[in-house]
């Protein structure tokens, strides 16, 4: 079965989804540039050629660029194949599936949530080995008293800190300096 690969730009630079058949089967947050890109793309998916995308990747698509661009947008919907992928791995993509944009979970309530309390580290080498980033949310999920954790993507941490702000999520319980005000004072 033929894979279909396209680059597509977004606010933070240029993206790429991998399809087969109906199932988006990889996606690729930015490289340094776009050779680097390809040539990511070119080890990870080998047999995939570069196309135009169908309608399901367009839909991808754009629900990826709004988010990016700051638009509050449930990818969670979309057709990702997890056919091959351990069971471990899977319940973690479905936890972090339903963080929704502006909202972070940590790698512990993700254990406790898949009922693993005590594998924060093993969810952070699942999330790690995430292929779908921005459709699986890694970058929702944070370490222990709100530092970032790592992030796998290029530009790591930095990438998933924008990715984050571009979502207004609050990466610690320590309250922003508005956020410390009563409603009413903020109102004014």
């Known amino acids: 079965m033929s894979q279909g690969f396209c680059l597509f730009d977004t606010a933070i630079g240029a993206c790429a989804l991998v399809w087969r058949a109906e199932h988006l089967i990889g996606a690729q947050l930015p490289e340094q540039d776009e050779a680097r890109a390809r040539q990511r793309l070119a080890r990870r998916y080998p047999e995939a050629v570069e196309g135009a995308p169908p309608p399901f990747v367009q839909e991808a698509i754009d629900g990826i660029v709004a988010l990016l661009a700051g638009e509050q947008r449930d990818l969670s919907g979309l057709p990702i194949e997890m ?106």
């Open 83 to 188: 056919d091959g992928l351990s069971v471990f791995n899977r319940k973690v993509y479905e936890v972090a599936l339903g963080i929704p944009p502006g909202e972070t979970l940590t790698y512990g309530e993700v254990a406790a949530r898949i009922g693993e309390p005590g594998a924060a580290r093993a969810v952070g080498v699942a999330l790690g080995a995430n292929p779908f980033p921005i459709i699986v949310p890694c970058h929702r999920v944070l370490a222990a008293n709100g530092k970032t954790g790592g992030f796998s993507a290029d530009g790591g941490v930095e990438t998933k800190l924008r990715m984050l702000t571009i979502e207004k999520a609050r990466t610690s319980d320590v309250p922003s300096l508005f956020g410390s005000l009563p409603l009413e004072a903020r109102r004014r």
